[in-house]
């Protein structure tokens, strides 16, 4: 009766609830102020109420002033690009055109995609409403004329504005494609630049015409600093501004006291082995990171807030070095872990006196960090002249250049101390740094400076990337094989809670190898950003690598370029090595961990491998700017070709892929086909190889697998079984017989001992019994000699054992 009571109660206080907030829909409240004298709203008429739109009208989603608006944003950056810029403005003007243009280009294709169904929305209404009457037919009602002319003036619209979007569409693709181009053009033609020399007098004396300009502009800026500093430290902003200058303080000072708290966690909840040092130094990496760039952004909004006195050339330049301070935390992280006094912490293992001649190098090298970003504002957003900027470009890339041998240097003089382990790499690093370093030196003297400084800021990128890069696949492998895989403690909790043992043991190998893959993209990436290698132009190379970039189908030509060619040439290189490390990487972590035979694992190693080299080969053909377009006649030759004199080859390719896929034969399988006897050693596409008894091998098409005859005598899933029959009398005691070919087939030389030998009765006949034995000779054995042996043991145990063996008729010999 109370719980009756109680939800009586709630409910009346729910509808009581409801009702001040939301007025009932069934219910209109009496209005009872006077009647109003206003006019009322004439009737309309039943042919106004048919012709409504039906559905919401087209110039909400592309207006005329969005198109409009669309159209001269185009017409602007088309003539920003004709514009006359400096050298130093060049690249990034460009880069800030593109990316407005490509802005444009996928506002369109958006705008498209959204009112495109639109247009057969309004078809489909039109052919319901039939077409109109003829001079002779029956009139039709006035509603279904006026609607069906409704909908054929929303029909046009609709056409008219894919109309233009087609047309702003083409002008944003070209306008892209153009501004690619001349960037592209841009870059190689700064590379190849050549200046007057730093070391003649040609090169000072025009720095000397311009230097008043130039110290006008340096005077401004640094007019500019003082008044900021000034303004930042005057009356109730003083507080602000210090504030923030201790903000950043204890910021930096809780970096530099993490090492031990964290270390202390890894230790707590990672096993003992290499990736204690790995995620502690990863683990200090990030907060390095963190703590630098929040302390920069700390400070400097301390100092800027509100301060009338920051212009816009302070600011472009605070910006640019602050793009670099995270960097140069990071830098600073990893002189500290990967070169930690205690060598336990240490990610690779050197000599004490190695790591610490090699302690300053991440200081000087985060100094240098900080320069780049300050040269960046000098070369693109300073204003200054052409020749000032290439010899502040000129004078980093000297200092920073003797960076490049001074480690490989160090790794030297540490393997004449005595250790052997960096001998065999000192030199190749030590020659190949000297190289680069002689080069970028003699580039600049001779007046290339544009090149060697580009070529010391890509390195200086990589660096700082592929060491990153390269301690979170360190990371990822050593979590993968300590942590998560069924013996590790993660792993154990993993198969606690119902995952199969075995699927966690391949998860724990597969998911690093994805993430080492991610992580090479992420290389690429980088290394293709551009000569700047500005944060957020690598970020937006990144993303275009992922998202892939629309090309226009006009280009149908072939790209010949030097940077083509190279990357051409490269690209086997690199793929022919990328292939032979993940097939190295299946066969050594993967396939242990699966129950795969040894065709199974060949067959997915030749998919790779081919699938592998098909993609190489059209990145190669995309590289040349090779399209589908320009490959027709490719094709019509090929069709022609298969049509009359390729038909074998083709089949045999197909052949091929259907053994792979559906493996009737495999590795290690005993086949009798076209009157051979032997054992298959390989499956390739076209052929397969049959070792035969003699040593010798038979290649045989794979076509005559699929449209002939073949017998197999080994099972596919068992290779190197072998069975020997031996015939028995009745008298014969057949349990010991058994019981002794088991013992004698287990004791056998190279019989593997993982598979159980067994013995059973096949068969009863001429007053004999037919005993089968079942064995498996070891990998890497000829399975017809392990069976030899095993017989001529089988012969001396029954002889011992007094079993008697019966011949056939025959082959007995004959009586007297």
């Known amino acids: 009766m109370g719980l009756k009571l109680w939800r009586s109660v709630c409910c009346v206080w729910i509808a009581a609830f409801l009702g001040l907030f939301a007025p009932l829909p069934f219910y209109t409240a009496p209005s009872f102020a006077a009647p109003s004298t206003a006019p009322q709203p004439a009737p309309i008429a039943p042919t106004e109420q048919q012709t409504a739109p039906l559905i919401s009208d087209i110039s909400i989603i592309a207006s005329d002033e969005t198109l409009d608006k669309i159209g001269s944003e185009i017409h602007s950056v ?3 690009s004709l514009k006359n810029y400096t050298k130093g403005e060049n690249a990034a003007v460009y880069a800030a055109l593109l990316k407005r243009a490509s802005t444009l280009s996928t506002r ?24 109109a009457p003829g001079k002779d037919d029956t009139a039709e009602p006035a509603s279904i004329t006026a609607q069906r002319k409704a909908l054929s003036a929303k029909q046009r619209d609709i056409s008219n ?21 001349h960037g592209t053009a841009i870059q190689q033609a700064t590379l190849t630049q050549r200046f007057p020399t730093p070391v003649g007098f040609n090169f000072w004396s025009q720095i000397t015409s311009t230097s008043a300009d130039d110290k006008g502009r340096l005077n401004a800026l640094a007019q500019e600093t003082g008044a900021v500093l000034i303004q930042a430290f005057k009356g109730y902003h003083a507080l602000i501004s210090l504030g923030g200058l201790l903000l950043s303080a204890l910021l930096l000072f809780a970096y530099f006291r993490c090492h031990q708290p964290v270390r202390f966690l890894v230790a707590r909840f990672l096993p003992t082995g290499r990736v204690r040092p790995i995620a502690a130094t990863v683990i200090c990496a990030v907060l390095s990171v ?62 004490d006196s190695l790591a610490r001649n090699l302690r300053l190098f991440p200081t000087w090298f985060a100094v240098a960090l900080i320069i780049r970003g300050v040269l960046r504002y000098v070369d693109t957003k300073s204003g200054m002249s052409i020749l000032p900027v290439q010899l502040c470009d000129g004078l980093y890339t000297l200092a920073v250049s003797p960076l490049l041998f001074a480690i490989p240097r160090q790794l030297r003089l540490s393997a004449e101390e005595g250790d052997e382990k960096h001998a065999t790499v000192a030199p190749f690093l030590r020659t190949l740094a000297m190289t680069v370093a002689i080069v970028c030196w003699v580039a600049v003297f001779l007046g290339y400076i544009p090149f060697a400084y580009t070529v010391i800021s890509w390195i200086s990128v990589m660096a700082i990337t592929m060491t990153g890069l390269l301690l979170i696949a360190l990371l ?7 942590v998560f895989p069924s013996h590790g403690p993660m792993g154990q909790r993993l198969v606690t809670l119902g995952l199969p043992m075995r699927l966690v043991d391949q998860a724990s190998v597969v998911i690093p190898g994805l993430i080492s893959v991610f992580l090479l993209v992420l290389a690429f990436s ?31 030509s072939f790209n010949i370029s030097l940077d083509a060619i190279v990357l051409c040439a490269l690209l086997p290189i690199g793929g022919h090595y990328a292939i032979k490390f993940i097939k190295t990487w299946f066969l050594q972590r993967f396939f242990p961990t699966t129950r795969l035979d040894i065709g199974a694992q060949t067959s997915i190693l030749n998919i790779i491998t081919y699938s592998a080299w098909i993609l190489i080969g059209l990145s190669m053909a995309s590289a040349l700017g090779v399209t589908m377009k320009s490959m027709t006649w490719v094709v019509s030759a090929l069709s022609v070709g298969i049509g ?36 298959v050693a390989r499956i390739s596409v076209r052929s397969t190889n049959i070792k035969l008894a003699d040593g010798s091998t038979m290649i045989v098409p794979n076509s005559q697998f699929i449209t002939s005859a073949v017998r197999n005598a080994t099972r596919a899933e068992k290779p190197g079984v072998f069975t ?59 399975t017809a000699k392990v069976r030899s042996q095993a017989l001529f043991d089988l012969w001396q145990a029954f002889q011992e054992h007094n079993i008697p063996i019966t011949v056939p008729n025959n082959l007995a010999p004959p009586t007297a």
């Open 290 to 351: 963190i703590a630098w760039a929040l302390a920069f952004y700390s400070a400097w909004g301390a100092l800027t807030l509100n301060n009338p006195a920051l212009g816009d050339d302070l600011d472009t330049l605070a910006t640019m070095v602050a793009a670099q301070v995270p960097l140069c935390g990071f830098v600073i992280e990893l002189g500290r872990s990967l070169l930690s006094r205690k060598a336990e912490w240490r990610v690779f293992n050197m000599p």
């Open 161 to 181: 504005r894919l109309t233009r979007l087609k047309l702003y569409q083409l002008e944003a693709q070209q306008l892209v494609d153009e501004l690619r181009q």
């Open 724 to 782: 020997t029959v031996l015939q028995l009398p009745f008298s014969s005691d057949i349990p010991k017989a058994m019981q002794v070919m088991v013992e004698t087939l287990a004791a056998s030389k190279n019989v593997d001992p993982q598979l159980a030998p067994t013995a059973s009765i096949s068969a009863i006949t001429d007053g004999s019994a037919l005993l089968t034995g079942t064995a498996k000779a070891l990998t890497g054995f000829d």
């Open 476 to 482: 990822a492998t050593a979590l993968g094989s300590s």
């Open 108 to 131: 369109v294709d958006a705008l498209m995609s959204k009112i495109k169904p639109y247009e057969s929305v309004y078809q489909n209404f039109l052919d319901i409403l039939g077409k």
């Open 526 to 556: 980088v290394a293709t950003a551009g000569a700047d290698f500005d944060p957020a132009q690598v970020g937006s190379r990144i993303l275009s690598v992922f998202r892939g970039q629309s090309t226009s189908a006009s280009q149908d």
């Open 78 to 80: 088309y003539q920003d």
């Open 644 to 679: 009359f004199g390729l038909q074998s080859i083709v089949q045999n390719f197909v052949s091929g892929i259907i053994l792979m896929a559906e493996r009737p034969v495999s590795i290690g399988d005993v086949v009798d086909i076209a009157g051979a006897h032997g054992e």
